[in-house]
């Protein structure tokens, strides 16, 4: 007796958890959202974010009597997802001629990719940092970019330009000073965190879950900006990589923190903080459609792979946030 897996398709599929979770929560962003924010998943195009305000009159109450006053508010934002896909062939037999040839197996025929594991861990790496860019700034009325992801949705602050004047800029008079028009000091950057917690709007003012973003240039002046005061017990609260460096304003709790996809972003000159209960991402993980693939395909005997997915994000209050643009 023995195995009989003629029925079987030959394919990798051992790897698609990994891709999957690498691939669209990994990042830096859009850990912080998992962790702190709202993901909303089986968006298959675009989903009602509703919200709801009321206000409070108060009475006189020292006569009997019923009279009915305030006002109790429903409205909604869109979250637009976009639609996105990856595909690769891979030949094994091209790795033949040189010294990979050791890692194939014998015979000529590869139908299950020889560097599954290595490949599946990079591969869902590139796709979390575009992912990571674009988060921030995808532009849905823009170009798509050299990797195609840059028009597929609205970015964080592509959300925010939108959102005008509900805005607030702490880039004025009133938070800054002289507005500034870059983000290339110590001094600059530490006073620009500050103007941002002094914009905030009073209602989220001391929220445990506001978070201020950056990029790592701008994140790097910050730090600088409280070595050179000689504050060296000021330390990134955790270890300095892109996974958790993040800075507690001393005096404050509120955390800065860095962001890879907001590093070309006008030169590191921008500055964005919200509440991450404000903030939502949008995907499809749970839906079949969204497919982490490799596999062999008999009619021509290559490997591919294909990576589909749906992402976006959107906030529900947009007058609760806050931008420092040079």
Request: some cysteine; charged content about 20%; glycine content about 8%.
């Amino acid at each position: 007796m023995a195995y009989n897996v003629t029925g079987l398709a030959a394919y990798t599929k051992q790897n698609v958890d990994l891709l999957v979770k690498n691939s669209v929560f990994e990042a830096r962003t859009q850990k912080e959202i998992l962790a702190l924010g709202n993901v909303r998943v089986g968006v298959k195009s675009s989903e009602a974010i509703g919200r709801m305000d009321t206000d409070v009159f108060f009475q006189d109450d020292s006569s009997c009597g019923f009279n009915a006053s305030g006002t109790t508010t429903f409205t909604q934002r869109t979250l637009t997802v976009g639609k996105v896909k990856v595909n690769e062939i891979l030949c094994d037999k091209d790795l033949e001629p040189y010294y990979t040839q050791q890692a194939l197996k014998a015979g000529g025929e590869y139908n299950s990719l020889t560097f599954a594991a290595d490949y599946s861990d990079q591969k869902a790496k590139k796709i979390a940092e575009a992912l990571e860019v674009a988060l921030w700034t995808a532009n849905a009325t823009g170009s798509a970019g050299t990797n195609g992801l840059g028009n597929k949705f609205d970015g964080i602050k592509t959300l925010i330009t939108a959102g005008g004047g509900s805005v607030a800029n702490a880039n004025t008079t009133g938070f800054y000073g002289t507005p500034a028009t870059t983000i290339n000091t110590p001094t600059i950057a530490k006073n620009a965190v500050l103007a941002v917690i002094k914009a905030l709007p009073a209602k989220i003012q001391g929220k445990s879950d506001v978070r201020i973003f950056c990029g790592w240039g701008t994140f790097s002046y910050l730090i600088q900006a409280y070595v050179d005061q000689n504050l060296f017990h000021y330390q990134p609260d955790a270890k300095w990589d892109d996974d958790a460096a993040v800075f507690t304003i001393p005096g404050t709790n509120y955390k800065v923190i860095p962001v890879h996809g907001l590093d070309a972003a006008d030169a590191d000159a921008c500055i964005y903080a919200f509440r991450m209960s404000n903030i939502f991402l949008g995907t499809d993980l749970l839906d079949e459609e969204n497919k982490f693939w490799i596999r062999w395909s008999e009619d021509d005997e290559n490997i591919k792979f294909t990576a589909r997915m749906k992402v976006g994000v959107q906030f529900a209050f947009i007058d609760e946030v806050v931008k420092f643009e040079a």
